[in-house]
């Protein structure tokens, strides 16, 4: 499934796959369960070849960044940021 979210830090609209929702990762909530308008933690990275799940499956962890924006005076960071979610879907494609 897709998602439509918002960043909350800094309020960048993306799609993304339920998969990077840490509540869908760590098998609290399945990803027809999410709901519109709430808040979330949502798995972003600079390189868009990185999965929450190839990162764990290395063995690394991902850092919580909840209160934090995805750019730094380093540049931008890789982990779960809050986002809203705004809508969900079976396909990319059909996502406002």
Do not use: C
């Not at 979210?5 to 990077?20: Q, R």
């Not at 990762?25 to 990185?50: A, H, I, R, T």
Request: a positive charge.
């Amino acid at each position: 499934m897709w998602s439509h979210v918002k960043f909350t830090g800094d309020g960048i609209v993306h799609n993304v796959k339920t998969s990077y929702f840490k509540e869908v990762v760590e098998g609290q909530v399945e990803p027809k369960d999410l709901k519109v308008n709430n808040l979330y933690l949502v798995f972003w990275s600079p390189d868009p070849k990185e999965s929450p799940q190839k990162i764990l499956a290395q063995g690394n962890e991902i850092m919580d960044m909840s209160s934090k924006t995805r750019l730094t005076k380093k540049g931008p960071l890789k982990g779960y940021y809050e986002a809203i979610l705004l809508d969900l879907k079976q396909s990319e494609g059909t996502l406002g």
